[in-house]
């Protein structure tokens, strides 16, 4: 089972933009992410989770060097949605265990938020693929994060 | 470009999980997918977005034959947080776009969701990876929203 993680790593690089109360209709992802593509803006993880009352939230995670840009470009294409509001964080430290059939190894998520919670390191967001499981912290824990996972899975930090 | 783009797919197998108004605090992950992974139920995609007043929702994918006994398992470890309530979608659809270097290629998600809009299908979840862009969307949309990407990136659909 310890040759099915083959990396741990933390990727302290990056900022977080969330919209809040968008309404969730076709075409409002699309907006956004024209606007982002349009600017030259690389994104990494974006997620989107079930909407309430007919609003929901998406985060994205950019580089910190295109934060303020990619801020600007989104805020213009807003205007549509006077209710949604835009935060971000320009810290954040991104903790990703990747491997193989992460799928079906069902003991690896489990693993990788015990460690954390074991660490009193909160998660504030969750992204999964069948090759890599990542996990935002506040970038204060990052450390701490990226040290609980590699003892959890027995390996050393790539960065 | 259209080579970085290798396949367009829809899986119309799995169930959707909700837990809404989680306390966002370390352990509450862990929890979750300890019983879950106990159970002996796959886990997909895992999605979790930044938190609101202390609370927020983690969705997460499995195989449709194991709803009902995944519902069951959550259920179990929820009673620490009498606040927090369970909800489910027996059917969805996950449309995927796969390829490489996908954060890089800036216009991959923008074309995807692009496609998706001018078919009307709505987006409910977003997950991303490098290789992956992953979108639910309702079962009875999922035909459309395959087809509509076949298109936009040239592709027929592997299943
Ligand atoms: C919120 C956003 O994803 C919307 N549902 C859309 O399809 O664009
Ligand atoms: C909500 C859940 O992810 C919580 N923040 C935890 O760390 O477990």
Redo the contacts between chains.
């Keep these: 089972e310890d040759i099915v993680v083959s990396e741990v790593s933390l990727d302290a690089s990056q900022s977080?933009v969330?919209l809040?109360r968008l309404p969730?209709?076709?075409?409002?992802?699309?907006r956004i992410?024209?606007a982002?593509?349009e600017g030259?803006?690389?994104?990494?993880?974006?997620?989107?989770?079930?909407?309430?009352h007919g609003h929901t939230?998406?985060?994205f995670t950019v580089p910190r060097e295109d934060i303020d840009r990619c801020l600007l470009l989104v805020r213009e294409v807003m205007e549509p949605w006077p209710e949604a509001e835009l935060?971000h964080d320009r810290q954040i430290a991104k903790l990703s265990v990747a491997g193989i059939g992460l799928?079906?190894h069902?003991?690896v998520?489990?693993r990788m938020?015990?460690a954390?919670?074991e660490s009193?390191?909160?998660?504030?967001?969750?992204?999964?693929?069948?090759?890599?499981?990542s996990a935002v912290v506040a970038i204060e824990q990052g450390e701490v994060a990226v040290k609980s996972l590699q003892q959890a899975f027995g390996l050393s930090a790539s960065r």
Excluded: C, K, W, Y
Aim: proline fraction near 2%.
């Design positions: 977080r969330t809040t969730d209709v076709p075409g409002v992802a699309s992410f024209e982002v593509a030259g803006v690389m994104v990494d993880m974006i997620v989107q989770n079930v909407s309430h939230n998406i985060s935060q799928r079906s069902t003991g998520g489990e938020f015990r954390l919670a009193n390191v909160n998660v504030q967001l969750i992204n999964t693929s069948e090759i890599r499981i």
